[in-house]
């Protein structure tokens, strides 16, 4: 089991840049590959980010590229999200979500573990 606890959601103007974290219960966060979604209503949610068990592989959906960074700090077994120019459009939840092993998965049913998000919020 790993309990997932996001914060550092808020209320931004645009061009204003967030750091978003996800603490997660446990020892068992090394051996978890870690990601970020996003959701607005009424969609689906959305791939941001993913980072591998030991933090030395990341990816990034295209729409993120450049302006969102994932890190993680497995001493404190923390996950992290940078998001820089922030935009309008990047308004939504982000939740944070763990999957045991090393993974490529991009699609939120591949997932595990899940957070229960934070709300970001760009002001135009």
């Known amino acids: 089991q790993l309990q997932l606890v996001e914060s550092g959601g808020g209320l931004v103007q645009a061009g204003g840049s967030l750091r978003l974290s996800c603490a997660a219960s446990?020892?068992?966060?090394?051996?978890?590959?870690m990601a970020w979604f996003r959701q607005t209503p009424g969609q689906e949610r959305e791939f941001a980010a993913r980072?591998?068990?030991?933090?030395?592989?990341?990816a990034y959906a295209d729409s993120v590229k450049g302006r969102f960074t994932i890190s993680r700090d497995n001493a404190k077994s923390t996950l992290y999200l940078q998001i820089d120019s922030l935009k309008p459009e990047d308004t939504a939840v982000y939740y944070c979500?763990?999957?045991?092993?090393?993974?490529?998965?991009?699609?939120?049913?591949?997932?595990?573990?899940w957070g229960q998000g934070t709300q970001v919020t760009v002001s135009s």
């Open positions: 979500a763990a999957e045991p092993g090393n993974s490529r998965a991009t699609r939120a049913e591949e997932y595990e573990y």
């Open positions: 446990g020892r068992a966060f090394t051996y978890h590959t």
């Open positions: 980072i591998s068990m030991g933090g030395g592989s990341t």
